[in-house]
């Protein structure tokens, strides 16, 4: 049974960081792309970071590129990712997100097994 389980998440201030968490079980990650996905009410769950099963490429959306760091630990079977100068607009639910080959996707239609999520909560 594939599980991910997110944790990390709560109420920062503006400027604030926080450090999100994956852990896996079930699977290993030498054959699993990871993606952090986040919705905000009335939007589109869209794409953070994601990285390749080879953890050597990694994707990050534009608006928080070089504020977001993802990585890996396999002998954790963990995932992190570390957000930094966290901004209001960063607040949603944050989504950790397994798809089995070498190559991570943008959509979340192209993961098959998910977290439960960690709320993100970014306000003064």
């Known amino acids: 049974q594939l599980q991910l389980v997110e944790s990390g998440g709560g109420l920062v201030q503006p400027g604030g960081s926080l450090r999100l968490s994956c852990t896996t079980s079930?699977?290993?990650?030498?054959?699993?792309?990871i993606g952090w996905f986040r919705q905000a009410p009335g939007k589109e769950r869209e794409a953070v970071s994601c990285?390749?099963?080879?953890?050597?490429?990694?994707y990050y959306k534009d608006s928080v590129k070089g504020r977001f760091t993802i990585s890996r630990d396999k002998a954790k079977n963990t995932v992190y990712l570390q957000m930094n100068s966290l901004k209001p607009e960063d607040t949603a639910v944050y989504y950790c997100?397994?798809?089995?080959?070498?190559?991570?996707?943008?959509?979340?239609?192209?993961?098959?097994?998910w977290g439960q999520g960690t709320q993100v909560t970014v306000s003064s």
């Open positions: 990285i390749k099963s080879s953890g050597s490429n990694t």
């Open positions: 997100a397994a798809r089995l080959g070498p190559d991570y996707g943008l959509g979340s239609t192209e993961y098959d097994y």
């Open positions: 079930g699977f290993s990650l030498d054959y699993y792309a």
